[in-house]
């Protein structure tokens, strides 16, 4: 099993960029990017992984070793995912009644 370290390393490596790259991008200090991929730093915040992960494109449980898909899944656009009943009902409800003559 990869660490996080070895992680970023590969990511940092298969998208070209140098440590201050990577660490310019993601708003953190370079050694924390060094000490990092070095396994010299173990307790770093969600929310800075959040960054690194968002800096590689990447996903936060591909850092943590939770996943071993290192690509994001593009989202699903909310209008594609059909509506329940209840949603429906919901909305056909509160739509205004038209104008009588």
């Known amino acids: ?3 996080l370290g070895e992680r970023l390393l590969i990511l940092r490596r298969r998208r070209r960029l140098t440590q201050k790259e990577l ?3 993601a ?4 050694n924390t990017v060094a000490r990092l991929e070095q396994g010299n ?3 770093l915040g969600g929310l800075s992984i959040a960054k690194l992960a ?3 494109h990447t996903t ?3 850092l943590l ?7 994001r899944e593009e ?7 059909p509506k329940s009943k209840r949603q429906r009902a919901r909305k056909t409800a509160m739509a205004p009644e038209p104008a009588q003559p």
């Open 75 to 81: 989202a699903t656009a909310p209008e594609a995912t």
């Open 23 to 25: 660490a310019q991008t």
């Open 1 to 3: 099993m990869t660490t």
């Open 65 to 71: 070793g939770l996943s071993d898909k290192p690509e």
């Open 60 to 62: 936060t449980d591909f």
């Open 27 to 30: 708003g953190l200090n370079t």
């Open 41 to 43: 730093l173990h307790d």
């Open 54 to 56: 968002q800096a590689l």
